[in-house]
């Protein structure tokens, strides 16, 4: 009897986890497809700007201040096939310029990238050789006006230290920069 009881708390037990796992994936993926479908729907003015051939780093900086009285919108970075620039949902969010989607009166749109830097390497792991990286990562961030299609700003977020020691299967990646950072020079460089 107690062997029949172990058995079905075991078998719940995977059940729960497996449906755990399933939903998590599945909202996952869900906001991957949102956030395609967005950048796929952004304004032609705001595709137009990163095209297959346009890339953050090919609009010239013309120093400025950003007066764009909240009207922008934010990116990321993203290699994909149609845009060099994926909407970005939840820095949309944070700093409340999703309600500016899908940017047809934006004068602004501030890109977020990640930027890692290869600090060194990892020669032995518990005397095992190993090609592990200590990497740091960084994001930058600059601010591009739409109708002078120039970057005004760039700001440069410093991730942590990557680790001086890992042991095997550990990843040699610093923290990146902390989300509310992130969030508040953007505020502070638009405000």
């Known amino acids: 009897m107690k062997n029949k009881?172990?058995?079905l708390v075991f078998v719940a037990i995977l059940v729960i986890t497996t449906v755990a796992i399933y939903?998590?994936?599945?909202?996952l993926l869900k906001g991957v497809e949102e956030e395609e479908t967005k950048s796929n729907t952004l304004a032609p003015q705001i595709r137009s700007l990163f095209s297959t051939m346009n890339a953050i780093d090919e609009y010239p900086l013309q120093p400025g201040k950003p007066d764009w009285q909240g009207k922008y919108l934010i990116v990321e970075n993203n290699q994909s096939d149609s845009m060099n620039?994926?909407?970005s949902t939840k820095w949309n969010e944070l700093l409340d310029t999703d309600k500016n989607f899908p940017g047809n009166d934006v004068k602004g749109v501030?890109?977020?990238?990640?930027?890692?830097?290869?600090?060194g390497s990892f020669e032995r792991v518990l005397g095992i050789p190993s090609d592990t990286k200590a990497v740091r990562?960084?994001?930058?961030i600059s601010y591009l006006d739409i109708?002078?299609?120039?970057?005004?700003?760039r700001d440069t977020l410093i991730g942590g230290d990557p680790p001086t020691v890992i042991r095997r299967g550990e990843s040699g990646w610093g923290d990146p920069p902390?989300?509310?950072?992130?969030?508040?020079?953007?505020?502070?460089r638009l405000n």
């Open 110 to 119: 501030v890109m977020i990238a990640l930027y890692t830097v290869i600090e």
């Open 23 to 27: 939903i998590w994936g599945s909202n």
């Open 137 to 140: 990562q960084s994001y930058i």
């Open 178 to 188: 902390a989300e509310d950072l992130i969030v508040e020079t953007i505020k502070k």
């Open 5 to 7: 009881t172990g058995i």
């Open 85 to 87: 620039a994926r909407y």
């Open 147 to 153: 109708a002078q299609k120039s970057v005004l700003a």
